[in-house]
């Protein structure tokens, strides 16, 4: 089911169970664990190389790959990863499959128990076909699901509001489109501003400068400003040998001039330490915390 209708995951392979329980995400690796019959590593307080050591697949973060991929060896063992929870480059998958490590991607959240669509990385932008037990619907750009396995609601205030209407949709607040039977996120509707009247979607500009190959993960967010309204701040986690003129001037060749970031900087490690998934919010927070 799931996931396991597209990755090879057998009684004879070892899934590291990577993330916390309290992630729908670790909860996953739970799921295709009995699923399947096979052996759930647990290596807590080990380095993730050294974690990874008698692993055939493994759940993790692009940042983490990236790090796995720098050391003078992959694991042997590692045939399969699982990547979410940031824009994953090109050049990543790319490296990881010349060294024998195949990985995949998907679209999911916690209200639908994780993946919803799921695909072979190949360097593509989409986050691939629909799961069996699953429906997705685009209105208005917005992305709709509809499954047996949504969740019941959120628990507010000592009761259960229902996460769907009458017609059992979800709505994500996610913007996407089609390209065939492929799911396309262009982003959050949540997060678009505009910046001179042109509507701005942060993700549109993440995903280049993630392509970078000094960089392996990156934020834009708005900050005001009196004359445009507000204009694009990039946050990088990146290599201290990238200059940022040099970065910003290799942008401008692939993104309309409105795009480019007013100013950069780095990401701070206790952020980027905070958790799998970094929020927006809290990069935002940190911000504006350097004007304040």
Excluded at 40 to 69: D, F, I, K, M, N
Excluded at 173 to 198: K, T, V
Aim: aromatic share 8%; charged share 15%; proline share 6%.
């Amino acid at each position: 089911a799931g996931v396991l209708s597209l990755i090879p995951f057998t009684r004879n392979d070892s899934w590291l169970l990577s993330l916390p329980l309290f992630h729908v995400s670790g909860q996953g690796i739970i799921w295709r664990w009995l699923t399947a019959g096979a052996t759930l590593v647990l290596a807590e307080g080990q380095p993730l190389e050294a974690a990874l050591a008698e692993c055939s697949h493994a759940s993790l973060v692009p940042t983490q790959l990236w790090r796995l991929l720098r050391q003078p060896s992959v694991p042997a063992k590692l045939q399969h990863v699982l990547l979410g929870g940031a824009q994953i480059p090109p050049e990543l998958t790319e490296q990881a499959e010349r060294l024998g490590i195949r990985c995949w991607c998907g679209y999911g959240m916690t209200e639908t128990a994780s993946t919803v669509t799921a695909k072979r990385a190949e360097g593509s932008a989409g986050v691939g076909q629909v799961l069996a037990g699953k429906e997705v619907s685009i209105a208005g750009e917005e992305v709709l699901i509809r499954a047996d396995s949504l969740a019941s609601g959120y628990w507010r205030n000592g009761q259960l509001t229902p996460l769907t209407g009458s017609d059992g949709w979800f709505h994500t607040r996610d913007r996407g489109m089609w390209n065939g039977d492929e799911l396309y996120i262009a982003g959050r509707l949540d997060n678009l501003f505009f910046s001179g009247g042109e509507g701005i979607q942060p993700e549109d500009i993440e995903k280049v400068l993630v392509s970078h190959p000094q960089v392996s993960q990156a934020f834009v967010v708005p900050v005001e400003d009196a004359q445009f309204g507000h204009r694009p701040v990039a946050i990088l986690d990146a290599q201290d040998s990238l200059p940022y003129d040099e970065l910003n001037l290799w942008l401008s060749r692939q993104v309309p001039r409105f795009q480019l970031p007013v100013a950069y900087h780095a990401l701070p490690a206790a952020l980027a330490q905070g958790g799998i998934k970094i929020s927006r919010a809290s990069v935002r927070q940190w911000l504006e915390t350097l004007s304040a």
